[in-house]
């Protein structure tokens, strides 16, 4: 497994969110399989699928990519609070990874969270967006990565 990401496709970016996504993203295009079957490969998923990054293509299981340079074993940022209860309500909550990486772009741990580990219990509500944001009132929530019970991460 090679576990370098390839920086040239970064030249295109100036943004470090978006770099960080593109390099990610290839990368587990590129070196991972699907730990649900015996696919040897994730494909990503179409633009602006919310919440799904990845799919087996032969089982079909969704998988989420949450990137980040410097791993909190406690918890990992997330999108909105109301969406992802109803995903967890509805049974629809994708596999999540989540990826460390180096300031030279090599993946230093990746973690996989169960879909079925999802629950109420481990969403943090975060605190509405002021009001001279763009999405003044929006409310996000946090993953407590920490509350999963070690045998449920691998």
Not at 27 to 33: D, G, H, I, P, V
């Amino acid at each position: 497994m090679n576990l370098q990401c390839r920086i040239d496709l970064a030249s295109k970016y100036k943004a470090g969110p978006q770099i960080a996504r593109v390099l990610s993203e290839d990368w587990c295009s590129r070196e991972l399989y699907c730990p649900a079957c015996d696919s040897d490969r994730l494909t990503g998923s179409k633009p602006n699928n919310p919440a799904v990054d990845f799919q087996c293509a032969k089982c079909q299981q969704p998988f989420q990519l949450k990137s980040l340079r410097n791993w909190n074993p406690r918890k990992v940022v997330d999108a909105g609070y109301e969406a992802m209860l109803r995903a967890i309500r509805a049974d629809r909550t994708p596999h999540l990874l989540l990826l460390q990486y180096s300031s030279t772009w090599l993946i230093q741990n990746l973690l996989l969270v169960p879909r079925m580990l999802f629950s109420k219990s481990i969403i943090e509500k975060r605190n509405p967006l002021g009001p001279d944001a763009r999405r003044a009132g929006w409310i996000g929530c946090n993953i407590l990565v920490g509350e999963i019970p070690p045998t449920g991460k691998s």
